[in-house]
């Protein structure tokens, strides 16, 4: 009882001490410099002393809480692209810390919580609009984005040297041998990943799985798009002799939200694939909710550059950026469940059940054995908002982000990146601009974030600095949100 009393008051005076913060995007300075003093140091007296757990709360929200940044409790922190939570989708991840559940195995007779989050994946494809949970056998959630890239770039290694082992090899895959040997088995010299403009943790990912950094392939279409796949490019290089290919699709480019393909160009790139042994992977992290979004006129254009993803071998979307449940919730969904399992069994059983309806366990389709129930605020999030809900907040998102590139269009002192002259149908969620006074433009991003209202990226475009401006809180409201942004960036010109 004492323990269930303790949460309830510890609950009661988070929100308490939430409620009386003003909804600053960024803490005062002076709140983190004390935190940061307040932090104990190895070495001194009293190191890993017991203050026990009332006068840890007390510091807790009195201390750290303040020097904390408000990207979940405003509707203009623009930063990167972060989401917020929603409140249905808070409580859920209270009840999966309450529980701490191990969501690693698929044990029916004790726990429902695979079921709850194979559930969750379905309605996500649903959602999403890429056909039928039958399409997708691999699926599974992850920490975010990042691992979800990881896991496609593994997938997708092990997919295209295995298509190229001869009947008598065909046991030396990557999982069996490793990449060297399965590479020199299969006759393959080189491998590649060909992509356009893919986000930073696309790099990484290729350095995890020993592809290395340098196999990265920039194939954009023009200077003026770069964030576009030049198929023709993809084609030359796919012909390659003994150089074997992962596509690796931006469904939504971290500083335009721009997209790498269109439905005529995907159907191509699946022809090429499909002749050449190569695996698509779309990272389609927060860009893949352009598809959720109604098929009205409104966000016809949208639908357009985001048609054909269903068509990808394997597919990264995020939880914790559009869809608004805490940190760490990555989707990745895969065709086939036998190479994801052939990757990340965690037995040396093999996986032998052909049933597709059936549920696998975690830890055989993904990276780590014990995880978090993080299934569980996405489920509560898709019951409680269901389709239309969730259509709404994305809608509302991307008319802000909408209202704020007009404004910068016709405004006197700004320019919109990456092109002035580009219709508002092509904006997501992402607005990137830089003022056209070089003095300003220098300062803009921290000018605008020490106001403390609204807080925006910095990121550089065509070599000049340049401000980033990512729309992804289920707070926002546009009328609101616009006028604030449109005080502000006046004021700055002015
Ligand atoms: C955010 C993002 C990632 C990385 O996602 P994390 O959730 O931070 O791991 C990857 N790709 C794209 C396009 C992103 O926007």
New binding site residues.
């Given amino acids: 009882m004492a323990d269930s009393r303790f949460i309830e008051q510890a609950y009661s005076r988070l929100r308490n001490a939430l409620a009386s913060r003003d909804d600053s995007t960024l803490p005062h300075s002076e709140s983190l410099a004390a935190a940061i003093a307040s932090i104990p140091q190895f070495g001194n007296v009293g190191y890993l002393a017991a203050h026990g757990p009332d006068a840890t709360l007390d510091y807790l929200l009195t201390t750290i809480l303040p020097a904390l940044n408000g990207q979940a409790l405003s509707s203009r922190y623009f930063g ?2 972060t989401g917020g939570t929603l409140p249905i989708a808070e409580a859920a991840d209270n009840i999966v810390s309450a529980l701490d559940q191990n969501v690693q195995m698929h044990l029916p007779n004790e726990t429902a919580s695979t079921v709850v989050e194979d559930a969750a994946l379905k309605m996500l494809v649903s959602l999403l609009d890429l056909g039928v949970p039958e399409d997708w056998p691999g699926r599974t959630f992850t920490t ?4 979800s ?1 990881i896991m496609g770039l593994a997938c997708g290694r092990e997919a295209v040297i295995a298509m190229r082992l001869q009947p008598e090899n065909a046991r030396n895959t990557v999982a069996e041998v490793g990449i060297l040997a399965a590479c020199q088995s299969a006759g393959v010299r080189q491998l590649q990943i060909l992509t356009s403009m893919g ?1 930073s ?1 696309l790099t990484k990912a290729a350095s995890v799985v020993g592809l290395g950094h340098s196999s990265i392939k920039e194939l954009p279409v023009s200077k003026e798009e770069p964030w576009r796949l030049d198929i023709d490019a993809v084609e030359d290089e796919l012909a390659k002799d003994g150089v074997a290919s992962i596509i690796a699709v ?1 469904a ?1 480019e ?1 500083n335009t939200g721009r997209f790498a393909t269109n439905a005529v160009e995907m159907r191509k790139l699946r022809n090429l694939a499909d002749r050449h042994k190569a695996w698509i992977h779309v ?1 389609g ?3 893949a909710f352009a598809r959720a979004l109604p098929k009205t006129e409104e966000f016809s254009y949208l639908h357009a550059q985001s048609a054909g993803l269903e068509l990808a071998d394997s597919i ?1 979307v ?1 939880g ?2 559009m869809l608004n449940v805490p940190y760490d919730t ?1 989707i990745f969904f895969c065709r086939s469940s036998s190479i994801q399992t052939q990757v990340f069994s965690n037995l040396n059983a093999a996986y032998l059940s052909s049933q597709t309806t059936q549920i696998l366990s975690p830890l055989n389709i993904g990276i780590e054995n014990s995880r978090r129930f993080r299934a569980l605020p996405v489920y509560a999030t898709l019951l409680s908002e269901g389709r239309e809900g969730i259509v709404e907040m994305l809608s509302r998102m991307v008319r802000l982000a909408r209202g704020i590139a007009d404004f910068i269009k016709i405004s006197e002192g700004y320019e919109l990146l990456p092109s002035q002259e580009a219709s508002l149908d092509s904006t997501h969620i992402i607005v990137l601009f830089r003022a056209k006074h070089a003095k300003l433009n220098d300062v803009l991003v921290q000018k605008i974030n020490e106001t403390r209202c609204m807080y925006v990226s910095g990121t550089t475009w065509n070599g000049q600095k340049a401000a980033r401006l990512a729309v992804s809180s289920w707070r926002v409201d546009v009328m609101r949100d616009l006028a604030v942004v449109k005080d502000i960036l006046t004021g700055l010109k002015a």
């Fill in positions: 990167f692209v975010g984005a990042t691992a890239n986000h943790s931006s939504g971290v990272d992290a927060f860009g990264t995020d914790h950026k990555g």
